[in-house]
Each structure stands twice: as structure tokens, then as C-alpha cells.
């Protein structure tokens, strides 16, 4: 079993930058596919970005270009750049661990606005 802690969220204006973190407690974190979704008002938790154990990322269409997943598996540690945030990029973000089961963070609430 896993625990995951993100931070890094905030108020952020359009075309501005945040990083979230996701600490992971546990052994074998090597092992897991890890991912962050995010969820906004009324709509469904939808897939930003993931990386494979191996390091291969994937990114939904619409942060392509802007959004970098990255994984520290020294310090059991999963990252989101987020950059040219917009307003849709507003949501609560969520960090995912998979490995058979499904774990997921508290969430970490990014606000895009002026």
C-alpha cells in the first residue's frame, strides 16, 4: 500500500507557472505507474499526465506543450510542471499511484484566474 501527499497548489494568473508535488510513502515506489488527474466543478476527474515505471509520459491533448510530468524515485517523489497555465486549467489535482490497485492523494486545489 501506498500514501500519496500532493502540495503546490495555489492562485495562479493566466500564463503563469505552478509545481505540484506528490510525496509517496512506501516501499517499491519504483514499481508504480504514477499520474495526476484533475477534477473541476461539475465535470469529471479527467487524466493530465502519467509516467510508466520505465519513464514513459503521456499528457491529454490539452496540456501537450505546456505540462511536464516528472519522477524521483530516490526520493519517492512525483512532480507537475505546470506552465501558460490558463483559466480551464483550473480544478482540484489529484496524484495517482497504480500497481494492480489504484491509489490517490487528498488533492491539491490550483486556481487560474486574474
Known amino acids: 500500500q501506498v500514501q500519496l501527499v500532493e502540495s503546490g497548489g495555489g492562485l495562479v494568473q493566466p500564463g503563469g507557472s505552478l509545481r505540484l508535488s506528490c510525496a509517496a510513502s512506501?516501499?517499491?515506489?519504483?514499481?508504480?505507474?504514477m499520474g495526476w488527474y484533475r477534477q473541476a466543478p461539475g465535470k469529471q476527474r479527467e487524466l493530465v499526465a502519467a509516467i510508466s515505471p520505465g519513464g514513459s509520459r503521456n499528457y491529454a491533448d490539452s496540456v501537450k506543450g505546456r505540462f511536464i510530468i516528472t519522477k524521483d524515485n530516490a526520493k519517492n517523489m512525483v512532480y507537475l510542471q505546470m506552465n501558460s497555465l490558463k483559466p480551464k486549467d483550473t480544478a482540484d489535482y489529484y496524484c495517482n499511484a497504480t500497481y494492480g490497485a489504484g491509489y490517490w492523494g487528498q488533492g491539491t486545489l490550483v486556481t487560474v484566474s486574474t
Open positions: 512506501g516501499t517499491m515506489f519504483r514499481i508504480y505507474a
